[in-house]
């Protein structure tokens, strides 16, 4: 059984039908890219499995259960983190109390310690920084709070809208190989990404997504080679 599964599913903005009957699946452990042009509609997807936005129609199931019902806090505790588009940090509070507001699901004072350290190990910067204001930081030392923050509710699968948007080509391979590491620590990725190229190259597979619909799927490996994908998205 896969870990996610999305059937046939629907989102409507109004009488816009932003998401027209999408169907893809996240097996446990897999790094899935999702990628498009600008107003495919991949953050309405991910919008919508954690249950931020409505769905209008179809089923999403996540370890066997319907999420299309679930309010988002409870997704959160289910198991699941999203980390969203543009950051969303907490400007106003230090980095370490954004840290310990991604794990408000959990009660275990001796396991959350462990994941702060865990959090610190993968982000050294985060730990120099724990005292600053979180709006203070660079764009990609936000990306790494706000990933280390979703970290922190200690998820199964985690949801990444956009991470490398807005920073320098170097700092975006720095948070891909973060990415492929929470991945290697056994956590599953669902991977949204305007960079086809970074998110191919570390995906497992991949589903291109053209104005509500999925178009092409396959192993990564492959559709970074497809013709049609290098030239619609990697500028080939």
């Known amino acids: 059984m896969a870990m996610l599964e999305i059937k046939d599913l629907e989102v409507c903005y109004g009488v816009i039908r932003a998401i027209k009957g999408v169907s893809f699946e996240v097996n446990q452990g897999e790094v899935i890219a999702l990628i498009g042009a600008n107003g495919a509609g991949k953050t309405t997807i991910l919008h919508t499995i954690t249950g931020l936005i409505p769905a209008k129609s179809g089923s999403i199931l996540f370890e066997g259960k319907e999420l299309t019902k679930t309010p988002p806090h409870k997704i959160v505790s289910m198991g699941m983190a999203h980390v969203p588009e543009g950051r969303r940090v907490f400007a106003q509070l230090s980095v370490l109390e954004n840290l310990k507001l991604g794990a408000y699901t959990r009660k275990d004072k001796a396991e959350i310690a462990k994941s702060l350290q865990m959090v610190y190990e993968r982000f050294p910067r985060l730990e120099e920084r724990k005292n600053q204001v979180a709006g ?101």
């Open 136 to 236: 203070t930081l660079s764009g990609g030392e936000q990306q790494m709070l706000a990933m280390g923050r979703a970290l922190m509710s200690n998820p199964r699968i985690i949801l990444m809208d956009e991470p490398s948007m807005g920073l320098s080509p170097l700092l975006v391979s720095e948070i891909f190989d973060i990415i492929k590491v929470i991945s290697e620590g056994g956590t599953t990725v669902l991977l949204v990404e305007q960079n086809a190229k970074k998110a191919l190259s570390i995906a497992d597979r991949a589903y291109v997504l053209e104005t509500g619909n999925i178009t092409l799927s396959g192993k990564a490996s492959d559709l970074i080679n497809d013709d049609s994908v290098k030239k619609a998205y990697l500028g080939e």
